[in-house]
C-alpha cells in the first residue's frame, strides 16, 4: 500500500494504492480523494495527511485475468480536471512499470 499526496491550488489530494494477490493473480486498486489532515496523537509528531471519500477507482487485475482496466466515480464529488490528469498519469506510469 502507498500513499501520494500533491497540493493543487491550496487543496490537498492523494492517489491511495492497494495492490492485494500474488502475481499471477494480483490486483491493484487505484483511489483518488481529497486529502483531510489528522492531527497528530503525540505533540513532537507532525499532523498527517489521509485519504478522503475516494472521488475515482481504478481497478486493474492481473494479466492473467484477462480484464480490462475499470474505472468508477464516485457521482457526488467533483474534482479538478488538472487533478485527475495529475492522478491518471500516477497510475499510467505505476502501470508501465509494474505491467498491468
Given at each position: 500500500?502507498?500513499l501520494?499526496?500533491?497540493?493543487?491550488?491550496?487543496?490537498?489530494?492523494?492517489?491511495l494504492?492497494?495492490?492485494?494477490?500474488?502475481t499471477q493473480?494480483r490486483?491493484?486498486?487505484?483511489?483518488?480523494?481529497?486529502?483531510?489532515?489528522?492531527?497528530?496523537?503525540a505533540?513532537?509528531?507532525?499532523a498527517?495527511?489521509?485519504?478522503?471519500?475516494?472521488?475515482?477507482?481504478?481497478?486493474?487485475?492481473?494479466p492473467?485475468?484477462?480484464?480490462?482496466?475499470?474505472?468508477?466515480?464516485?457521482?457526488?464529488?467533483?474534482l479538478?480536471?488538472?487533478?485527475?490528469?495529475?492522478?491518471?498519469?500516477?497510475?499510467?506510469?505505476?502501470?508501465?512499470?509494474?505491467?498491468?
Amino acid at each position: 500500500m502507498s500513499l501520494l499526496t500533491w497540493e493543487y491550488e491550496g487543496d490537498l489530494f492523494c492517489a491511495l494504492t492497494t495492490e492485494t494477490g500474488t502475481t499471477q493473480s494480483r490486483t491493484t486498486h487505484y483511489e483518488l480523494s481529497e486529502a483531510r489532515t489528522i492531527p497528530a496523537r503525540a505533540h513532537s509528531a507532525p499532523a498527517s495527511p489521509a485519504p478522503g471519500p475516494t472521488a475515482v477507482t481504478v481497478l486493474v487485475h492481473a494479466p492473467t485475468e484477462e480484464k480490462p482496466p475499470e474505472v468508477s466515480f464516485d457521482t457526488t464529488q467533483t474534482l479538478p480536471f488538472a487533478v485527475l490528469q495529475h492522478f491518471m498519469t500516477l497510475v499510467a506510469s505505476h502501470m508501465e512499470n509494474t505491467g498491468p
